[in-house]
């Protein structure tokens, strides 16, 4: 059974930084795509940033130079490092692992909140 679970969301200061985690497990966690989407209220879904297997990174603009995408295989752990939050950023933050040669293969986890507010 695959399970992702992101932790790390809260309530944060503009300017504020926090850091996301996503554990997987029941895959071969090494060899998976890793991404972050958020969704805002009343929002579709974006994607925030990826990681690929050999850890080449992708951002959206409005993240660009503000958040990091990490992984650690070793641990089955992607990471979310925020910094300089903005309000814009609150949204629940979404862990995503697909494989590109398997369409079927593609988790979700549950979600976590963050919200930038003072």
């Known amino acids: 059974q695959v399970q992702l679970v992101e932790s790390g969301g809260g309530l944060v200061q503009p300017g504020g930084s926090l850091r996301l985690s996503c554990a997987a497990s029941?895959?071969?966690?090494?060899?998976?795509?890793m991404v972050w989407y958020r969704q805002a209220p009343g929002k579709q879904r974006e994607l925030v940033a990826v990681?690929?297997?050999?850890?080449?990174?992708t951002y959206a603009d409005s993240v660009k130079g503000r958040f990091t995408i990490s992984r650690d295989n070793a641990k089955n752990t992607v990471f979310l490092q925020m910094s300089s939050l903005k309000p814009e950023d609150t949204a629940v933050y979404y862990c995503n692992a697909r494989l590109a040669t398997h369409p079927s293969c593609d988790y979700w986890g549950q979600g976590t909140q963050v919200t930038v507010s003072s």
């Open positions: 990681i690929s297997s050999s850890g080449t990174t």
């Open positions: 029941g895959i071969i966690f090494s060899v998976y795509v």
